[in-house]
């Protein structure tokens, strides 16, 4: 499995901006899709938006359209996320996933194997 650890969130306030980094050890990420996905006290995970092995970009939620863009570093093994504009509503636990036996991406988190332990991010005044 493909091991992935996730940072950069906080606390940041209404309208605020945060990056996200999705890393890998000893793996470089773009052989592979990369979703981005976040789940809320007491919802489900939802995907947000992939990248596919062909830099592609896939949105899943209307909601973030406009406002989160996915990147691949020029280190080959980090992928970013970055989050403009945030409302409360983004408030939640934020991962990232592949999976090394699939090829594409997809907004269901059943097809992804591999996850990093989430990062928090809060939106708050």
């Known amino acids: 499995q493909v091991q992935l650890v996730e940072s950069g969130g906080g606390l940041v306030q209404p309208g605020g901006s945060l990056r996200l980094s999705c890393a890998a050890s000893?793996?470089?990420?773009?052989?592979?899709?990369i979703g981005w996905f976040r789940q809320a006290p007491g919802k489900e995970r939802e995907g947000l938006l992939c990248?596919?092995?062909?830099?592609?970009?896939?949105f899943y939620i209307d909601s973030v359209k406009g406002r989160f863009t996915i990147a691949r570093g020029k280190v080959r093994n980090t992928v970013y996320l970055q989050m403009n504009n945030l409302k409360p509503e983004d408030t939640a636990v934020y991962y990232c996933a592949t999976d090394r036996n699939r090829y594409s991406c997809s907004g269901d988190p059943g097809m992804y194997s591999s996850w990093g332990q989430g990062t928090q991010v809060t939106v708050s005044s």
């Open positions: 000893g793996y470089a990420l773009d052989g592979y899709h």
């Open positions: 990248i596919s092995r062909n830099d592609h970009t896939t």
